[in-house]
């Protein structure tokens, strides 16, 4: 091992990040990287190296780092003597924001909807959403999907799938009824397509209506319409559908988890436009704040049953993050990024599915728009009674570690980590999407050879 002396300003902050922080830290184990300067979607590290950003602050960064439009939008604000910090009182930096976020939404919730500033996290946001609906129906069960994310506090962390996450936390919660989401490639019921869709929705209507089904009458529905962490998994607009049904049908709340598909990402402004359906409430967070923490749920106005302060919290007033946001906005919304996004999230799907066609580790690829998922399954083992490979989480473990070393930052995934997930921001060039493609081409060929035989 080198002296300590020896090491590069960066290696130090490396090294010492690993003394200092908690077991507890993420991403920082797989990307050693040390960012210093950040443009578009390209970082540079205190190394000098350049790389192109698939992760996108975990898909918040919807025009990329340091977009022009953010930087002077942030500027304005701080040069203006504004005050940075305001509780949840009314600015005009705030009304602009809250009016810019109403111009995109769907008509019904623009017109009479509610909106409620949250601690800045998606996950309180989420939480901000079970307690509105507990409220509004006076029910405390949870309808919620196998593979969803919703976040790390505690209700939101119950309605997440990952059942060893929810375990080391303690979570025991009881309430939240646990509901197959449609996996096409992993079908829960054996038969993926629109059947699969379909025996998933059946489902859930018949636990509703079984009276020892073993249903606690539940506040909500609590779905993502792609789920992201879950391993890119976007759910048929037919099921989204049925859902909407199913739960109007019966007096249940239906929010719709919108933190990682908004803003664009997805092909359509809001991931639940393509399927037409209109949630009751839909939970914001991530891109709405053009790279800065911002989180809020937005809802029909007939659940707003709250008393003051039932969601309180004090940095619900972040002005950088509301102006940086409004900027983010008006940005996609003036330049259709949300189009853009869908156009070359489809040819980008397209030529990775050209590459599983001759590489068979590459067990599936789906997305929506430029919400990108590459599944690595195990060749070499059984393939389950449906004729699915196993996962194959040191070969994905490996691409991510090759496509670093070839310059391209990429989130894994899914189950057992074996989803390679793209989310760079929808300022994308198409030469930066090729340079995409052929080092992650690049990163799977080589992980796939040193893998083989033996793990990674
Ligand atoms: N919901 C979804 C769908 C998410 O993807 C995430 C974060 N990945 C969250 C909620 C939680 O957001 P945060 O990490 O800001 O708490």
């Known amino acids: 091992m080198a002296a300590a002396s020896a090491l590069t300003a960066g290696e130090a902050i490396l090294r010492r990040q690993a003394q200092?922080?908690?077991?507890?830290?993420?991403?920082a184990r797989a990307l050693p990287v040390v960012?210093?300067?950040?443009?578009?979607?390209?970082?540079?590290?205190?190394?000098?190296?350049?790389?192109?950003?698939?992760?996108?602050?975990?898909?918040?960064?919807?025009?990329?780092?340091?977009?022009?439009?953010?930087?002077?939008?942030?500027?304005?604000?701080?040069?203006?003597?504004a005050p940075l910090h305001v509780l949840d009182l009314a600015t005009p930096v705030k009304d602009a924001f809250t009016t810019a976020l109403f111009e995109t939404l769907p008509a019904e919730l623009a017109e009479r909807g509610r909106i409620q500033f949250c601690g800045p996290a998606g996950t309180d946001a989420v939480e901000a959403a079970l307690k509105l609906t507990r409220t509004a129906t006076g029910r405390g069960g949870l309808l919620a999907f196998s593979g969803a994310y919703h976040g790390m506090t505690a209700g939101a962390l119950a309605a997440t799938g990952d059942t060893a996450v929810r375990a080391a936390a303690g979570d025991t919660d009881a309430r939240v009824t646990r509901l197959p989401y449609p996996y096409d490639y992993r079908c829960p019921f054996g038969v993926g397509g629109d059947r699969g869709a379909e025996l998933s929705a059946r489902w859930t209507a018949h636990q509703l209506d079984d009276p020892k089904g073993g249903v606690l009458p539940p506040a909500a529905m609590l779905l993502e319409a792609v789920q992201g962490e879950g391993g890119v998994i976007p759910a048929p607009d037919a099921w989204l559908r049925r859902m909407r049904e199913i739960t109007a049908a019966r007096g249940i709340p239906l929010i719709v988890d919108e933190v990682q598909t908004g803003v664009g990402r997805t092909g359509t402004f809001w991931a639940v436009e393509?399927?037409?359906?209109?949630?009751?409430v839909m939970v914001l967070s991530k891109a709405i704040g053009g790279s800065l923490p911002l989180a809020v749920i937005v809802y029909r106005e007939e659940l707003d049953g709250w008393r003051p302060g039932a969601h309180a919290g004090t940095f619900r007033g972040n002005q950088l993050a509301m102006a940086a946001g409004t900027a983010t906005l008006r940005f996609v919304r003036e330049h259709a990024l949300h189009e853009r996004a869908e156009t070359l999230g489809a040819r980008m799907t397209s030529r990775l599915r050209g590459l599983?066609?001759?590489?068979?580790?590459?067990?599936?690829?789906?997305?929506?728009g430029l919400m990108i998922g590459v599944e690595l399954v195990d060749t070499e083992a059984e393939p389950d009674d449906y004729g699915a490979l196993p996962n194959a989480p040191q070969l994905a473990a490996r691409v991510q570690q090759e496509a670093l070393r070839r310059g391209l930052i990429v989130e894994l995934g899914g189950r057992h980590g074996s989803v390679v997930r793209l989310l760079p921001p929808l300022t994308m060039t198409d030469e930066q999407a090729e340079a995409v493609l052929e080092r992650l081409a690049g990163a799977i060929e080589a992980a796939r050879a040193a893998t083989r035989g033996g793990p990674a």
């Open 20 to 27: 200092r922080e908690s077991a507890a830290r993420t991403y």
């Open 35 to 81: 960012p210093v300067r950040a443009r578009g979607m390209t970082v540079e590290g205190a190394d000098g190296r350049r790389y192109l950003d698939c992760l996108s602050g975990a898909g918040t960064l919807a025009l990329g780092h340091n977009h022009p439009v953010v930087l002077e939008a942030i500027r304005a604000v701080l040069d203006s003597g």
């Open 274 to 280: 393509r399927s037409g359906v209109v949630p009751d």
């Open 356 to 368: 599983a066609a001759h590489q068979p580790c590459v067990g599936d690829v789906r997305g929506r």
